[in-house]
């Protein structure tokens, strides 16, 4: 339930609260005073798309605040904390919610769901749960099929929920399968010459048997190999110096520091300093005797082999080089292709395997869903032909005594989402009449009224916490105008009902009547809201009634419209 609503800036309303509560609340006001604002305000704050023309002429930006009162522990609730907002508790179970929405100039809108920013899209969100609105356009979309088939499966409540989800379930595995199956027949070929290509690479690949990092080894090898006898004769002759057979054996490395070594040991323990020195030369003397045993290693290391060996990798390195062609651009990616290619082989090999399985599983699938769908089927025309006499009922309450509401369920060719069931919502105005389409036998009055006999009768079924009607008395008067008003107090009874309305008949009804009131400074209308009482709403009752707020005819009407309005059950 709405409890207030505060708007600053939009439309020709400078800054207005609405305080609304529980019950039935009547907005009026003269043409143009910016009673549609407060619908569009609303709609704000349920999430609806934001247009920067509806900020306040001369302003930056227009914003508007809602306070709800929601269940503690319900599923507003429990949305609103999932998205980071916080409820402050009402007692009796109950817990307050604000939210927000501001329109900027520039075209950009935020919002606020329990004081946490948030997507317009939660406000929608929320919105399924909170509230309904029906405007005059909401009026034509009642001549659609969906959304009368929408109103029929309303009212058939639980009867349809547990089947339609059964449905739905079928049918959204139904129409997966059968797409998978579509597609793996009528790309047959395609796939089966992918799999003979994916199998050809495979087995190439497979042959070769790359190794990570191979590549980079086998280039280093090429390398030493292909300049094997320089690396050899630098090797030898640098052994050659290191330690010599040819040479005075006085001039090799090891020789000369041998020599140097045995000198300063002579004299070490003379000088500590020249001591270091003698361990320093000594060490030396170990690393070239290393060296030179691993030079002569090295240099033996390149034998007669090392031709046919170079050979051997540079054959290797071509055929890595024609796989790193085919299926690199690198060689770890044609070792990843061998794992990826396998994996996408194997699906393809199994294509005939799983189009038996989902032949198999379409057939079965399809009757389910023609099972569950004549389900749905008995299910609304039952509901059907028990709405149709609800909402007959109410017509005859609301000045429509010979009318009666057919509501035609049948069965299409084609499967839905929401079944096969068409549904079309016919008005036979009187009997004997030719029952026709409601987009085609109804007047904009006769719409407004079969749609609230509608909302009637749902509401006993589907509760919403709060119906937003803006002028559903469009098109109609008299005693008709009275009906809808008792109607819409009966609605009340239940949720909380706000109704846009040009008609003391129906404002009459409300336990809480507001006006929207405008004032002219120069060129500029400025509105404010205000709640009315006692002799100010038998003025309002009366100007509605008359166009004068102050006609002694009028304001004896706007009493006994008011009395009328006490004593009606």
């Given at each position: 339930m709405i409890e207030e609503i505060g708007i600053r800036d939009l439309g020709v309303i400078g800054e207005a609260t609405l305080p609304l509560g529980p019950g039935f609340t009547a907005l009026t006001g003269e043409t143009g005073?910016?009673?549609?604002?407060?619908?569009?305000?609303?709609?704000?704050?349920?999430?609806?798309?934001?247009?920067?023309?509806?900020?306040?002429?001369?302003?930056?930006?227009?914003?508007?605040?809602?306070?709800?009162?929601?269940?503690?522990?319900?599923?507003?609730?429990?949305?609103?904390?999932?998205?980071?907002?916080?409820?402050?508790?009402?007692?009796?179970?109950?817990?307050?919610?604000?939210?927000?929405?501001?329109?900027?100039?520039?075209?950009?809108?935020?919002?606020?769901?329990?004081?946490?920013?948030?997507?317009?899209?939660?406000?929608?969100?929320?919105?399924?749960?909170?509230?309904?609105?029906?405007?005059?356009?909401?009026?034509?979309?009642?001549?659609?099929?969906?959304?009368?088939?929408?109103?029929?499966?309303?009212?058939?409540?639980?009867?349809?929920?547990?089947?339609?989800?059964?449905?739905?379930?079928?049918?959204?595995?139904?129409?997966?399968?059968?797409?998978?199956?579509?597609?793996?027949?009528?790309?047959?070929?395609?796939?089966?010459?992918e799999a003979d290509e994916l199998r050809a690479a495979v087995a190439e690949i497979e042959v070769v048997a790359p190794q990570p990092g191979e590549q980079e080894e086998l280039e280093s090898r090429a390398l030493r190999l292909g300049n094997a006898e320089e690396l050899r004769v630098a090797a030898a002759q640098a052994h050659e110096l290191f330690s010599?057979?040819?040479?005075?054996?006085?001039?090799?490395?090891?020789?000369?520091?041998?020599t140097a070594r045995r000198l300063l040991d002579?004299?070490?323990?003379?000088?500590?300093?020249?001591?270091?020195?003698?361990?320093?030369?000594?060490?030396?003397?170990?690393?070239?005797?290393?060296?030179?045993?691993?030079?002569?290693?090295?240099?033996?290391?390149?034998?007669?082999?090392?031709?046919?060996?170079?050979?051997?990798v540079q054959q290797r390195i071509s055929e890595l080089a024609i796989l790193v062609r085919k299926y690199g651009p690198t060689l770890d990616d044609a070792i990843a292709f061998l794992d990826t290619g396998s994996r996408r082989l194997l699906e393809l090999d199994t294509?005939?395997?799983?189009?038996?399985a989902l032949q198999s599983d379409v057939e079965a699938d399809a009757q389910v869903v023609a099972e569950?769908?004549?389900?749905?089927?008995?299910?609304?025309?039952?509901?059907?032909a028990q709405l149709g006499d609800a909402v007959s009922a109410e017509l005859a309450a609301l000045a429509m005594p010979d009318a009666q509401l057919l509501v035609d369920v049948r069965g299409r060719e084609e499967y839905t989402l929401n079944?096969?069931?068409?549904?079309?919502?016919?008005?036979?105005?009187?009997?004997?009449?030719?029952?026709?389409?409601?987009?085609?036998?109804?007047?904009?009055?006769?719409?407004?009224?079969?749609?609230?006999?509608?909302?009637?009768?749902?509401?006993?079924?589907?509760?919403?916490?709060?119906?937003?009607?803006?002028?559903?008395?469009?098109?109609?008067?008299?005693?008709?105008?009275?009906?809808?008003?008792?109607?819409?107090?009966?609605?009340?009874?239940?949720?909380?009902?706000?109704?846009?309305?040009?008609?003391?008949?129906?404002?009459?009804?409300?336990?809480?009547?507001?006006?929207v009131e405008k004032d002219r400074a120069g060129a500029v209308t400025l509105s404010s809201v205000r709640r009315l009482e006692g002799d100010e709403r038998v003025a309002e009752m009366a100007r509605l009634l008359s166009g004068l707020p102050d006609s002694e005819t009028g304001l004896a009407h706007a009493r006994e419209l008011l009395e009328l309005s006490r004593h009606s059950g």
């Open positions: 005073a910016g009673k549609t604002m407060v619908v569009t305000a609303v709609g704000l704050l349920l999430g609806e798309r934001a247009d920067a023309s509806a900020i306040r002429k001369g302003s930056d930006r227009a914003i508007v605040d809602g306070r709800w009162l929601v269940p503690e522990a319900g599923e507003v609730a429990e949305r609103v904390r999932d998205a980071g907002g916080e409820l402050d508790p009402a007692g009796q179970g109950r817990a307050e919610l604000l939210v927000s929405r501001t329109l900027a100039a520039e075209g950009r809108s935020r919002a606020s769901v329990g004081g946490r920013s948030a997507p317009a899209g939660l406000l929608a969100e929320l919105a399924d749960r909170l509230v309904v609105v029906h405007g005059q356009s909401d009026q034509i979309r009642l001549r659609t099929a969906a959304a009368q088939r929408e109103a029929l499966d309303r009212y058939a409540g639980d009867r349809l929920a547990g089947p339609l989800e059964a449905y739905q379930t079928a049918f959204r595995r139904w129409q997966a399968n059968r797409d998978e199956l579509d597609t793996l027949i009528a790309e047959r070929d395609l796939r089966a010459a010599s057979e040819s040479l005075d054996e006085t001039r090799d490395v090891l020789s000369l520091v041998d002579r004299v070490a323990e003379l000088d500590p300093e020249l001591s270091a020195l003698a361990e320093t030369v000594g060490n030396l003397a170990f690393l070239a005797a290393d060296a030179a045993t691993e030079l002569a290693s090295y240099a033996a290391g390149f034998d007669a082999d090392s031709a046919r060996e170079l050979e051997a294509d005939e395997d799983r189009i038996a569950l769908a004549e389900t749905l089927s008995v299910v609304r025309s039952e509901a059907g079944g096969r069931d068409a549904v079309q919502l016919l008005l036979q105005a009187h009997p004997g009449a030719e029952p026709r389409p409601l987009g085609r036998g109804a007047s904009g009055g006769e719409l407004s009224r079969i749609m609230l006999a509608i909302e009637v009768v749902l509401a006993a079924s589907d509760p919403v916490p709060t119906f937003v009607f803006d002028e559903v008395d469009a098109g109609v008067g008299g005693a008709a105008a009275i009906e809808i008003g008792r109607r819409l107090g009966r609605l009340a009874e239940s949720a909380q009902v706000i109704v846009v309305t040009h008609l003391a008949q129906v404002a009459a009804f409300a336990n809480n009547h507001l006006r």
